[in-house]
């Protein structure tokens, strides 16, 4: 990797082997991005932040995936965005799932999988069978054969799906109303 680099202490593990590299990129229309990707040489812990260098505000951005070339459309979430799906009705809230990625949407319903299968350990039976259906779902979705809308809510403004088939939605931050 490039850009800048550096190395602290591990939140897990204590050592001094956390080491950060700094990216920045261009989205064009959503002007520049810092990635921070950190791994842990010691005890493997892994983390990603994403910064937008343009301050948005607050933004909504709503985008419909249908066919396997939509599934290679890059999705950046902060860690304050909730992200919803509306045809399995699904979201990841900040409070469950608060880590930052950068992948694109099978990325993205690969990892609503994950967060299903831990659904799984404290659901009755109805539930579990409600969760099997919303798993084969996703399954589809990933081979492109099932439309999926992505919506992304994020106070922060640090959040993107990047397609000029997305729609994004500005709104004043609250706290600048008042
Ligand atoms: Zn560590």
């Known amino acids: 990797m490039d850009g800048t680099e550096y190395i602290e202490k591990c939140p897990i593990c204590g050592n001094e082997t956390l080491h950060t590299w700094i ?3 261009d989205l064009n229309y959503f002007g520049k991005i810092n990635i921070f990707t950190s791994l842990c040489y010691t005890c ?3 983390h ?3 910064i937008f260098l343009e301050n948005r505000g607050h933004v909504k951005i709503t985008f419909v995936a249908s066919g396997e070339e939509d599934l290679k459309v890059r999705v950046i979430r902060s860690s304050n965005a909730s992200i919803y799906v509306d ?3 699904v979201s990841i809230e900040p409070v469950m799932d608060g880590e930052s990625f950068v992948s694109n949407v099978e990325g993205l319903l690969f ?3 994950g967060i299903m299968k831990q659904l799984l350990r404290d659901a ?3 539930a579990r069978s409600l969760i099997y259906e919303k798993m084969k779902k996703i399954a589809r979705m990933r081979h492109g054969k099932d439309k999926l809308t992505i919506i992304i809510d994020d106070p922060t403004g640090n959040s993107a799906i990047l397609s000029e088939k997305a729609v994004i939605e500005y709104h004043e931050n609250k706290n600048r109303n008042i």
């Open 44 to 46: 493997g812990f892994r």
């Open 87 to 89: 045809e399995i009705g």
């Open 124 to 126: 009755d039976d109805n």
């Open 48 to 50: 990603v932040d994403v």
């Open 111 to 113: 990892r609503i999988l």
């Open 23 to 25: 990216n920045e990129e």
